[in-house]
Structure formats: C-alpha cells, structure tokens
C-alpha cells in the first residue's frame, strides 16, 4: 500500500495584490520542481487566454500568443506590462498547417517560419505556400 505525505503549500504576503507561493516554508531548502505550482500557472494563463482563443477572428494560438484578425483593446496591450499583450508583428499573410506550423508574411515584408520537427531546416515559404496548395503533397528530402 502506498501512502504519500501531504504537501503543503505557503503563501508569502507581498503586497495587497501579490504573493509568493511555494511549496515549502522560507527556511527550507526548496525543491527542485513543483508541478502543483507549473499547473496553477498554466490554468491561469488558459483563463487568461481564452476570451481571444474563442473569438471568431483568432486564426492560430499557442502557449502564450494568439494571431488574431483584428486588435485587441488598448488597453489589453503594453510592450512592457506583465499580463498583457505585447504586438509583435502586423500581417499581411498566414499560412497554419498545423500546431507550431505555420508562415507568415508582415507588414513591413519579412517571412516568419515556424515548424516544429527534424525537417524544419527543409522549410521554406514555398514549401507552406506547395502544402496550402495540395495538402497531400509530399516533398522528396534526398
């Protein structure tokens, strides 16, 4: 029979807003990870991120960005804020084949490649623009 111990949690009162938590009192060495905390904060950024996630006009997310049809509010936004959205790019074209796979084409006509795989470094534009194409097609890589 396995029994495990509880695990406690301390939180830490850093201002009215603020605290840290952790997983072990402040004169204890802490541990080496903490996946209660890593799950917390990963839930509460899903929160975080699902009004844009669900909005008609949201074309690709991932972990911590969306791209989106149109802006967010002003007041969503701030290059330097914690919590809110930084705009990175304005896009004239995207192409999202699949999770961590897509190409995008900006404002100012730079390429942006993202494919997740041993074959990225095979990627081009005209690779996402031949799959987009035929969506069957296959690339011969020898």
Known sequence: MLTMKPSLIFGEKLSDNYYRVTDTERDEKPQISA???AAAITAAACIHMY????RPDCFYTDT????LGSP???DETSSTELGKFKLE???KKGIFLA?????LETEEDVDILKHKGAAKQFVNIEWFQS???DPNKKKDLS
């Open 35 to 37: 996946v209660q905390l």
């Open 51 to 54: 009004k844009n996630i669900n």
């Open 64 to 67: 911590d960005s969306t791209i």
């Open 72 to 74: 967010l509010p002003e």
């Open 89 to 91: 790019h304005r896009l």
């Open 99 to 103: 999770p961590k796979s897509y190409a």
């Open 131 to 133: 799959l987009l194409a």
